[in-house]
């Protein structure tokens, strides 16, 4: 090699070397701002102890449940003449409709299910019925798939997400008449699919985005909302209803819809509610079509014929949201990034919504508008009144037999007088009265005594439930719903009662309780309504269970937070919908912009003076030394505080995991230094960090509501049927049993603790993460997050329940003003979470959104006097994803009650107003000591929250264990997680050293050999 050669030859190994090294550089930054989230994300230092053989076990087990949720979760909303089942010689069916061929396993987010799921069209082939193919290749070259479906809601538009596309049946270029004749020759059984899906992030527009030619530009119809059928598909329906003998549509949406078509439309014979079925649930769909499976679901939203009938629709999704007007410069309106659209947009205003409706959601609306006589004079093409505004109640659902109800036994007699302790309960006989075997649904439900005037009541609410086992012809069950006079107390919270009491009230007066086939149907049986009474007015002072104080926390003087949460206080003079004049308060038109005021203004972010005002409290304990700021400046090794053992829980770790209040957690806390501890709560994204000294290892937190390990995760569980279609199931046993799998699935791939399941309401239809959220009513959202939480928590796996809270719409959450009454904050949105605190669950994420004018997980009345003051929650708080950290503030959400900080991927979360050991070892005696007590304070509680929710679930699942040995029951047996070679750091280390190694030769080499001729 030339003198010229060699040059080149060295240039180019030199900048090969930077290359690797600056590689290697970055290699380490990485390792060092992510550590345990990429250790978690790729698994790295653990190993689960388990054989490939059990872990297909547990799989295959939970596609099976996967498919039984499925089945008991379809709704069968028409069947015209017996239409369905489908007769046994019918073997071939055509399936029109473009979502035909995108078949919807999930909603987009984090909640959504990863990997390949099976659409309709495969699971009509495996079961042996034969799909019209040449149609379907029609659909698949109109349209390959949907746009935007790879970036998700989180990296798109509403108007790009949520797109339509369907051809028009008169479009030749796509029907063709040889295609439509060879369609009606193939088979006389149509099927048509109508799918719908929406995401975090996101609301669904109130107007379609929709493509309707191959290849075609994009067109928009205001006149239609998202969740309304297009023309294009009502005219398929129009065609297929007249062209086939035997026609059934299934509704394959995350969000309940306009579905009046259904009815309108000539020669539609029956109808399915499927959902999003998730990885295998488009089984259970043929199961259901062929009759292999009775289906049994029952709606968990009202469907009305149009959304503009509910009292929140004004006030729902983007459109429904109002601007502050001046508020420039304010969260998030100031430069801050909107990183939920897949560009880089700018929050361009400061949002609010406001909660109008009051108490009046969903069936409460409409029931008592019903009462009210507010439909009396609807008449059009559906019916007169009640029947011409809603199609299907909730809590409605057909079956294929039929049952019969006998009330054979309850608790006290109509007319008995009764109190807030008084537990009321009805025994009921179910009969198949039918010729094939199903399952039915018991409904109970309340209509508390109204005055005009006075505090806002729903004219019925759902009290209890309970669903049969599967019920063969002529078989009988007697079935137990109960429920508590307590529950249905009333918020006062603006003292429309006059007796100078803000808080709950079971007024005196008659109380009806009544069996009912859903909402609105009252059971056809003898007994089926008993009047209770309550003979003097009865203020709920405090809490039954806990015995702690309940009263106004959020409303005028009493708003812990500072300004109330109805506003007002905030000059937004807000009228709400009051019973005693719907007419004159109904919300026709969204609450236009408005002014911030000044006390709304300066809660807009948190700082120094918040931070100041929390330290106040402490001033006291300082001064009669209650406080201590004696933490060591590093953390101290004790054999007696050593909480794992080979991967197992020692004894005192079980003692702590079952004693919340256990003497030993001061101790434990003592050993700690405050470096340790707010590393550990700083840093909850996927992975909650290990202290050494406690042999407390590392462990993993993962999405989500229907699948473990969904979101941003290399290896998942079983992708389960959305959360809606399971609690559509009306079988609390069912979503206990779904927990514990839940539970196992997270054992087996080495998962600790889910972000899941999810409490918030279905608000309005639109919402874009309702495919994550359960129903419309809070007792059916509770109940049936109690049993997955508390199935899981058998299972060993804790869980975070979300979104806390007023978490209803996802429309620039980021920073969303949420205003309503305390009394459906109350009654609605906070009851779920309550119902499944009281069941034990020990986790809860907190929201993007605003309780009022304060950051849900900054808000102290919620997650201080609430959560843990009245309802005795013990347990961990974690924020939802901090990607503005400026707004979702970690001193703030500390102070507040929160446990857990989710800083996300880089791990960067900071305590601004925190103390490190040094600082703390000199604040003593200074100005500074009561900003000390409070933070350290509720470090040691965090800390202690932290590691209780882990213990917790390892020693329910320890005790579940040992009952079900002596019983002889299965028992629920976790995989060994235990430290593995960290091959990660390990490689790093070894890269490092060979770059110090060969740096350290080139740079010490003699001079006279580095350019010697001949050396490279």
């Keep these: 090699m030339d003198g010229k050669g060699r040059r080149i030859a060295r240039v180019v190994a030199g900048a090969g070397a930077v290359v690797a090294l600056g590689a290697l550089v970055a290699a380490n930054v990485a390792v060092v701002l992510l550590g345990d989230t990429v250790n978690s994300y790729l698994g790295i230092g653990e190993q689960v102890v388990i054989s490939e053989e059990r872990r297909d076990a547990t799989m295959a087990a939970g596609r099976a449940l996967a498919e039984r949720v499925e089945g008991e979760g379809i709704v069968l909303l028409r069947n015209e003449d017996a239409a369905l089942p489908l007769p046994a010689d019918v073997r071939r069916v055509n399936v ?190 043929v199961d259901v079509l062929t009759g292999a499976t009775n289906p049994s679901g029952r709606t968990t939203d009202t469907y009305a014929y149009d959304f503009a009938t509910a009292a929140s629709w004004a006030n729902a999704g983007e459109l429904g949201e109002g601007r502050y007007l001046g508020a420039e410069g304010l969260y998030p309106a100031d430069g801050t990034l909107n990183v939920n659209v897949g560009v880089t947009e700018p929050y361009d205003a400061v949002r609010f919504v406001d909660y109008a409706e009051g108490i009046y959601v969903g069936y409460r609306w409409y029931e008592t508008a019903d009462a009210e006589g507010f439909w009396d004079g609807v008449e059009n093409e559906h019916g007169t009144g009640y ?26 007699a109509s007319g008995a007088s009764v109190g807030r302790d008084t537990s009321f309960s009805v025994v009921v006989r179910v009969t198949n009265t039918g010729s094939v075997a199903g399952r039915d649904v018991v409904q109970l439900y309340c209509s508390a005594p109204y005055r005009a005037g006075g505090i806002e009541k729903a004219a019925w609410v759902l009290v209890g439930y309970q669903k049969t086992g599967l019920l063969e012809p002529g078989e009988s069950q007697d079935v137990t719903v109960s429920f508590l006079l307590d529950d249905v107390a009333s918020f006062d919270h603006d003292d429309a009662s006059a007796n100078g009491f803000a808080g709950y009230e079971l007024e005196a007066g008659d109380y009806a309780v009544e069996l009912r086939r859903n909402a609105h149907e009252p059971a056809a049986c003898t007994r089926a309504r008993t009047t209770l009474r309550v003979p003097a007015t009865i203020l709920c002072r405090d809490d039954l269970a806990t015995g702690a104080e309940v009263t106004s926390r959020f409303t005028g003087d009493s708003a812990v937070d500072g300004v109330s949460v109805d506003g007002s206080d905030s000059g937004a003079g807000l009228t709400y919908l009051s019973r005693a004049d719907f007419a004159g308060t109904f919300p026709s038109e969204p609450s236009p912009d408005r002014e911030m005021t000044d006390n709304v203004r300066a809660l807009n972010l948190y700082g120094e003076d918040q931070v100041k005002e929390d330290a106040q409290a402490y001033e006291e304990l300082v001064a009669r030394g209650e406080v201590s700021l004696g933490q060591p400046l590093a953390s101290t090794t004790s054999a007696v505080l050593t909480l794992t053992e080979n991967g197992q829980l020692t004894a005192i770790a079980r003692h702590l995991g079952e004693k919340y209040e256990s003497a ?29 000294t406690l042999s407390k290892p590392l462990t993993k937190e993962v999405d989500g509501p229907a699948q473990v390990g969904s979101f941003n995760q290399l290896a998942s569980g079983v992708g389960y049927p959305g959360p809606t279609v399971l609690a559509q199931t009306w079988n609390p046993g069912l979503a206990r049993e779904y927990g514990r799998q839940l539970g196992l699935e997270a054992a087996v791939l080495g998962v600790d603790g889910l972000y899941a399941p999810c409490a918030d309401l279905h608000r ?58 305390e009394q459906a904050l109350r009654e609605l949105y906070l009851r779920p979470f309550q119902i499944a605190v009281r069941g034990g669950t020990t986790g809860v994420m907190t929201s993007y959104n605003r309780v009022g004018a304060v950051w849900a997980g900054g808000s102290t009345a919620l997650l201080t006097e609430v959560l843990r003051g009245e309802w005795g929650f013990a347990g961990a708080v974690i924020t939802d994803y901090a990607d503005h950290q400026q707004y979702m503030n970690a001193d703030q959400a500390l102070r507040a009650g929160s446990d857990l900080y989710m800083d996300g991927v880089f791990r960067n979360g900071s305590f601004a107003f925190g103390f490190d050991s040094t600082a703390l070892a000199r604040v003593r005696g200074t100005g500074d000591e009561a900003l000390a007590a409070s933070y350290v304070t509720n470090l040691r509680r965090a800390t202690k929250d932290v590691l209780y929710v882990w213990l917790n679930a390892r020693a329910a699942n320890l005790a579940y264990n040992e009952q079900a040995r002596a019983t002889g029951a299965p028992t629920l047996d976790r995989p060994l997680k235990t430290e593995s070679f960290n091959w990660l750091g390990t490689g790093l280390a070894l890269l490092d050293a060979a770059a110090a190694t060969f740096l350290i030769t080139r740079l010490f080499r003699p001079a006279g050999t580095r350019d010697k001729p001949g050396m490279v």
């Design 96 to 285: 029109f409709g473009w979502a035909s061929t995108q078949w919807a396993a999930s909603g987009s987010g984090s909640g959504q299910v990863a990997g390949s799921t099976m659409g309709l069209l495969d699971a009509l082939s495996e079961a042996g019925l034969s799909y019209n193919e040449r149609l379907a290749d029609m659909y698949r070259d109109f349209c390959g798939e949907r746009t935007f479906a790879s970036a998700g809601a989180l990296n798109s538009h509403a108007s790009e997400f949520c797109r339509l596309f369907e051809p028009s049946v008169r479009d030749e270029s796509c029907y063709t008449p040889e295609l439509l004749e060879d369609a009606r020759a193939f088979s006389d059984t149509a099927l048509v699919v109508i799918g719908r899906v929406s995401g975090e992030s996101i609301d669904c527009p109130q107007a379609q985005h929709k493509v309707v030619e191959r290849g075609g530009e994009l067109e928009i119809d205001a006149s239609r909302g998202y969740l309304e059928l297009s023309r294009e598909e009502e005219d398929l329906l129009r065609y297929v209803g007249a062209t086939y003998e035997r026609v059934v549509v299934l509704v394959n949406s995350t969000n309940a819809m306009e579905l009046g078509e259904l009815e309108t439309v000539p020669g539609i014979d029956a109808a399915l509610l499927v959902g999003a079925t998730g990885e295998v649930g488009a089984r259970a769909v």
């Design 387 to 412: 029947d011409g505004v809603v199609q299907y109640p909730f809590g409605f659902g057909l079956s294929y037999t039929d049952f019969s109800w006998e009330v054979v036994e309850r608790s006290h």
């Design 664 to 692: 030993v957690w001061d101790t434990l806390l003592d050993s700690l230094s405050v470096d340790d501890m707010s590393s550990l709560v700083l840093h909850g994204y996927l992975a909650t960090g290990r202290i050494k």
């Design 764 to 821: 309005t239809p639109i919402g874009g993460r309702n495919y994550e959220y359960y129903a419309e009513d809070p007792l059916v959202c509770g109940v049936t997050a109690r049993e997955v939480t508390a199935g899981a928590r058998e299972a060993g796996t804790y869980c975070f329940l979300k979104h806390f809270a007023v978490n209803n719409q996802d429309s620039y959450r980021d920073g969303l003003y949420t205003w309503l009454t």
